[in-house]
């Protein structure tokens, strides 16, 4: 699995004895490439085996690569519009950053690609094709945040229902009598979530934190009268979103650079 907030990208970790028969999990990801992508998200908890995807990726592009130039090429073809869409349209965090691996990792093979000296002037100009930045709905974490709402929502929900708990304590007893708690914190991730949608797309500095709005993890006596839902009870799960935000800005980055890289030697070749 992944984590929603990172991933780790190192070679190797997993190798193709691993992951049982390479042939039949490369087959499946070709296919997969050019099925219809859709992201459940919005409060669903599932991740995908993360360093499993990864290896098959690369798997089904190393092994292109090996055969020829245009035979990689071809594959990474595929592979960047594939996981570009991904990119645009998850609805999930863990999504989001998958698809953010996936892509800085085919502009690692683009850039050794342009490098190469058997690369025709019609390939590099696949490749010029491919490296278009992202826009601003691709850098986007407004689904991501919506989801995380709808998972929280789900949280204090059912963290404050009769029938979820076995044996309440007194002070889960108190706020199951209180709906004023529940709802002041349903409002300030609302609030939260809003506050960071906005922020995102404005390619801020750094988001804003999340204390301001949800008052917790609590850092006076009176934080836990505005939130004792999270405070007192200890059940909330954060998300690094400066993290998150960090990722797709370094993705978009790294296309800039093959953007770049593709264009000078388009240069070069025209002045040859």
Sequence with gaps: TCSPVALAAERGQRTSETIGDATTVVARYRRWLGMTFHDEGYGHRGTPDCQLVMTTHRLYVEEGLKVSPEEGLQRLEKDVQAWRTVFTQARSLPIKILATQTVSDDME????????????????????????????VDRSLRWPIQGELAGEIKRIESLLKWTELAAPTIVQQV??????????????????????????EGLPEGLPAAASFVHAPASSLVDYVLNPVDNLLHTRATVNWNTALAQVLETDARIRLVALQAKLHGLTRTQD
């Design 175 to 200: 706020l199951l009598r209180l709906p004023l708690p529940s709802q002041r914190v349903l409002n300030g991730n609302a609030d939260y979530a809003d506050a960071l949608i906005k922020a995102g």
């Design 109 to 136: 093979h683009l850039s050794s690609l342009l490098q190469s000296p058997a690369l025709t002037a019609a390939q590099q100009d696949r490749i010029a094709h491919l490296v278009q930045p992202l826009d601003r």
